[in-house]
Nanobody
């Protein structure tokens, strides 16, 4: 069992930056792929970025070049650095984990463990 806790959300002006953290407990992150998703009311949860357990990252086109996903396995933490934020980035951000099977996972149903979410609000 893996428990995930997100932190780092908040209110920021357009053009600003935030760094989200996703910390795991219960079992080490090593061997697990982690994804970030976001959701706004009445819309489906949307893929943002993912990181493999050893090497490799992938991003949604909407955040490519602005967001960076990274991990510190010693700290059981995955980060999402978000720069040049836009109002359309406003959402609840969730991290999710699944044991790495060798391919990237882009849909919520492919992940087994989820955090509770953290709100990111970008004002114009």
């Amino acid at each position: 069992q893996v428990q995930l806790v997100e932190s780092g959300g908040g209110l920021v002006q357009a053009g600003g930056s935030l760094r989200l953290s996703c910390t795991a407990s219960g079992r080490a992150f090593s061997g697990y792929a982690v994804g970030w998703f976001r959701q706004v009311p009445e819309k489906e949860r949307e893929f943002v970025a993912a990181i493999r357990w050893s090497v490799g990252t992938t991003y949604a086109d909407s955040v490519k070049g602005r967001f960076t996903i990274s991990r510190d396995n010693a700290e059981n933490t995955v980060y999402l650095q978000m720069n040049t934020l836009k109002p359309e980035d406003t959402a609840v951000y969730y991290c999710a984990a699944i044991y790495d099977s060798g391919t990237y996972k882009y849909t919520p149903g492919e992940y087994r463990y989820w955090g509770q979410g953290t709100q990111v609000t970008v004002s114009s």
